[in-house]
C-alpha cells in the first residue's frame, strides 16, 4: 500500500465512522480492489484505521469510537506492522519503544511494567476485558498493542493507577489472509506462526491463528515452549446485528530466572554474569495453561443507540517454583544465600460487559452519551509453600554458595509453614454502572464527562483455619475532560481522572485481618497535553501530568498484621511522543518522558520522603526508525536509553543507566515472501535490564540475531 493509498483509505474509513447505519452497510474498496463494508471496516478496526506505525482511533479510552485526536488522555498505539518489524515476542519486550514504559522482572514468571512511577502486573487487558492473572503474554494473535496513560476506572474499573495495557485481538473480518510466519535465532530460538482466515459466506467470516515456540535464551539454564491456537469467527446476524466469537487456548512452559544478587549497592559483578544462575536448575519452573473464550454482540437499535455486550469466560491454570539469591554477596564475596518458594495462582474469571452509546443533537450541540454495567466473578487459589532445603542433617529455608559457583543441588522440599505462606481459597463479585457524555459544543470546543461506581465484594477464606475475611467497598470514579481544537488538526486538551486500588492489591488472593479493614489505595490524575496530526499519517503527541497515590499501607509498629494507610508517592512527568510517516520513505515510532517518582510519606521504615520509587528513571528515549531504501529494502535501526534507576524504592542498589542499538533488515523477496534479520542490542552492550528487588536482577541479553521469513498464499 503506497502512502497516498494509505491516507485516501483512512481519510475515507475516518468519515464513514460519522455515516448513519444505512451508509455504513455500503462496501469500500480497499486499494487492492478487495470489497468491504464500513461496518467492517470502522475506526475500531485494526486495518482500516491503521496506517503503518500510526493508529488515527480507538474505542478502548472512552468505550466509543473516538480519534485519537479527541482522546482527552495520553495513548500509544503499537500497531501490526511495528510489532512484526520488530520482531519481539514477549508483550513486556515490546512496550519497550513505548515512551515512559519501563520493564519490570515480574519475578521471571509474568508480564510486569512499571507506568508513570506505579508497578503493575494486574493492569493487562484484552479487547477491554480484564485479564490478570499473572504470566507472560505471546504476541502471536495481537492486531494491535494500547497503552493508555493515567489513572482510567470510568473505563476499565479497579486498578490502572499509571494506566492500562490492553490487547486487540485478530478478528475474522471477511478478509482473506493466508500466513506463515516462520523464524529462528540465537540460543536455539525455533518458532512458528499461521494466520488463517476467508469468507464461509457472505454473512460468517472465519480466522485461525495459531503459534509453537521451542527456544532457549541468553541465560544459563533458559528455555521454553508455548504455543497457542486462537479461532475467531464472525456472524452478520443482519444489517445492525453482527456476533462475534473467539476462543483461545495457551500454553507456556518455561525456566524462571530470578537474576543476580546485589553487593555493596550495586548488581554483583554483572558484566561477567550475563548468564550466570544462582540457584538449583532442577527446581525451578513455571507453567500456565489458559483457556479463554469470548462472545461479543452488536447491535445498532432503530432509534440509533448502538448497543455492545461481551461476555467472556477465562480460566488459567497457573503454577511456578524457583530459587534465588535471597540477600546481597557478602563484602569478602565469598558467601551469598539461596531460598526459594513454590506459588500455585489458578484463578477463574467470568465478565460480561454491556455498552450503549446514543449520538443526538441539543440545537448545535453534538452529545455522544455513553452507559453501561459491568458484571463480574473470579475465584481461585493462592497457594505458597517455602522451600526447606536438605543439607543432610536437616532442613533449612537457606543454603549458601559460592558467588563464583553459584549453582547449588542441595534437594529441595516445598511446604506450606501455616504463618507467612498463602493457603486461601478465594472469590470476588463485582458490579459496576457507569456513564458518560462526550459534548461537541463546536467544532473548537468539545468535553468529557463521566461516573462511574464500583461494588467490590471480596471475600478470602483459608483452607486449614476455615477463617474467612472479608471485606465489601463502594468506589466512585469520576473522569472529566476538556479538548480546544484551534485546528482541525491541532488540539490541546485537559483532564482529571480518578482510579482506586482496593485492599487485596494488585493480586487479589489472601486476605488478613489487616487487610480487611484497609480502605483501597487512590490515584489522582491531573494532565495537560497536545496533539498535532502533522500530516494524515503522522502525529506528534506531548502530555504534562502530576500523579498522587494515596493510601499505601505502613506496616502497624503496634498490632502484627495491620496497617496505617498514610503511605503517599507523587509523580510529576512529561512525555512526548511521535507515531507515523515523516516522509513517504522513513517511519518512526517512539519518544521521550521525563518522569520524578518521589515517595511522598514513608512507607516503611527503609521507603521514606523523598526516595526515588524503584525502578523509574528520570529520562527515558525510545526511538525506532524504518527506512524503506528501495520498495524491496528496508532498514530499521532503533535506540533504548534510559537513565540510572534504583532496584526497589529504598534506594540503597542502583541500577545503571544504559543505551541500546537495535537493528532490523527487511527484504521483499517476491509479492508474496518477505525476509527479515533483527539484531537486539546490536554494539553487544553489557547493562542491567531490569529488577524485581535489591537482590533479583536481570542483566540484559548481549547481541542476539532472528530472523524470520513471512510467507503468503
Known sequence: MDIGAASRLLATLLCGTALATSARAQPALLPDGTAVTLDQLSVEGARGNTVGYLTRATRSATKTDTPLLDTPQSVTVVSQEQIRDQNFQNLTDQLRYVPGVIPAQGESNRDEVVIRGQK????FFVNGVRDDVQYFRDLYNIERIEVLKGPDSLVFGRGGGGGVINRVLKEADGLRVRQIVAGVGQFNQKRVAVDVGDRISDSVFFRLNGMFEDSQTYR????LQRYGINPTMTFLLGPATTLKLSYEFFHDDRFPDRGIPSQNGRPYNYRNNIRTFFGNPDVNTTRVDANIATATLDHVFESGVQMRNQLRFADYNRFYANTLPGAPVNAAGTQVPITGYRSDTDRTNYFSQNDFTYKFLTGDVKHTLLAGFEL??????AFRQTAFFNTGNSLVTSVVVNPMSPITRAPVTFRNNGTTDANFRYDLGLAAAYAQDQIDLNEYVQIVGGLRYDYFDFSSRGRVT???NERVDNLVSPRAGLVIKPLANLAFYGSYSVSYLPSSGDQIGSFSPGLAIAKPEGFQNLEVGVKYDVTPTFQVTGALYN?????????????????????RTNTQGAEIGANGYLTDWWQIAGGYAFTDARIDSAVSATIVKGNTVGLVPFNSVSLWNKF??????????GVIHQTHTFATSDDTVRLPGYTR??????????ESVRAQVNIENLFDRRYIYTA????????????TIRAQIIAKF
Not at 544459563?220 to 528455555?223: A, D, K, L, S, Y
Request: zero cysteines.
Open 120 to 123: 503493575t502486573n494486574a493492569d
Open 220 to 223: 544459563q539454564f533458559g528455555e
Open 376 to 381: 463480574g466473578y473470579q475465584e481461585g487459589l
Open 628 to 637: 524503506d531504501i528501495t520498495p524491496e529494502l528496508g532498514i530499521g535501526i
Open 692 to 703: 524485581d528487588n535489591n537482590q533479583n536482577i536481570t542483566p540484559g541479553a548481549p547481541r
Open 661 to 670: 542499538f537495535d537493528l532490523g533488515l527487511f527484504y521483499q523477496v517476491s
Open 466 to 468: 476455615g477463617l474467612t
Open 547 to 567: 500523579l498522587d497515590r494515596t493510601n499505601q499501607r505502613l506496616p502497624d509498629p503496634n498490632r502484627a498484621g495491620f496497617f496505617l494507610l498514610s503511605g
